[in-house]
């Protein structure tokens, strides 16, 4: 059975870090990209960085750019999403989910709050 | 990025009816392998979103027939044949052709 599961959110003040990790299982890692999206309280969902399978390939919404590092451990089946440099704005859910073109597989997501 | 706007925003139905949810691109959807990558999505509250359908037409496992998928290029629709309770929520369009993917804003159906 194919499954990602999201950890590492939590509260941080404006101008901080986090990482986020996504453990997956039932299914060959390398072979899939892996996307976060967030979404921000009562609103809609929003993508913010793509992997491709190898590693070697990354991609970021202007929202995050310069600030989210995204990276994979195919090793250890699981995703990260660095992130610095926190906004208000970056406060939402992320997802992490399973492809880039069309997601399949969605975690349950973890909450990220910036705040003060 | 490429603008999905899908509509309508709110969707107010009966038990038993039909359904229909419009999403538009600003941009043909057609990627250069010939898919389209138009993507239905359905999230219940509290839940994360759940792949209906994919590449405008296809069903994902367990998704019921009552749920189909059609269009092309800028336009697509989704179509519920009968709608039961299970299916509140909000339903998002999504286009995985231009990087960044990018949603609608997301269509909330209720039951009346």
């Known amino acids: 059975e194919v499954q990602v599961a999201e950890s590492g959110g939590g509260l941080v003040q404006p101008g901080g870090s986090l990482r986020l990790s996504c453990a997956a299982s039932g299914f060959t890692f390398s072979s899939f990209a892996m996307s976060w999206v967030r979404q921000a309280p009562g609103k809609g969902l929003e993508w913010v960085s793509t992997i491709s399978g190898s590693g070697g390939n990354t991609y970021f919404a202007d929202s995050v750019k310069g600030r989210f590092t995204i990276s994979r451990d195919n090793s250890k089946n699981t995703l990260y999403l660095q992130m610095n440099s926190l906004r208000a704005e970056d406060t939402a859910v992320y997802f992490c989910?399973?492809?880039?073109?069309?997601?399949?597989?969605w975690g349950q997501g973890t909450l990220v709050t910036v705040s003060s | 990025d490429v603008v999905v706007t899908q509509s309508p925003l709110s969707l107010p139905v009966t038990l038993g009816q039909p359904a229909s949810i419009s999403c538009r691109s600003s941009?043909?959807?057609?990627?250069?392998?010939?898919?389209?990558?138009l993507n239905w999505f359905h999230q219940r509250p509290g839940q994360s979103p759940r792949r209906l359908i994919y590449?405008?037409?296809n069903r994902d496992s367990g998704v019921p027939d009552r749920f189909s998928g059609s269009g092309s290029g800028t336009d697509f629709t989704l179509k519920i044949s009968r709608v039961e309770a299970e299916d509140v929520g909000v339903f998002y369009c999504?286009?995985?052709?231009?990087?960044?993917?990018?949603f609608g804003q997301g269509t909330k159906l209720e039951i009346k």
């Open positions: 989910a399973r492809g880039i073109t069309t997601p399949d597989y």
């Open positions: 941009q043909s959807l057609v990627y250069g392998d010939g898919n389209t990558y």
């Open positions: 590449k405008v037409s």
């Open positions: 999504m286009q995985g052709t231009h990087w960044p993917g990018t």
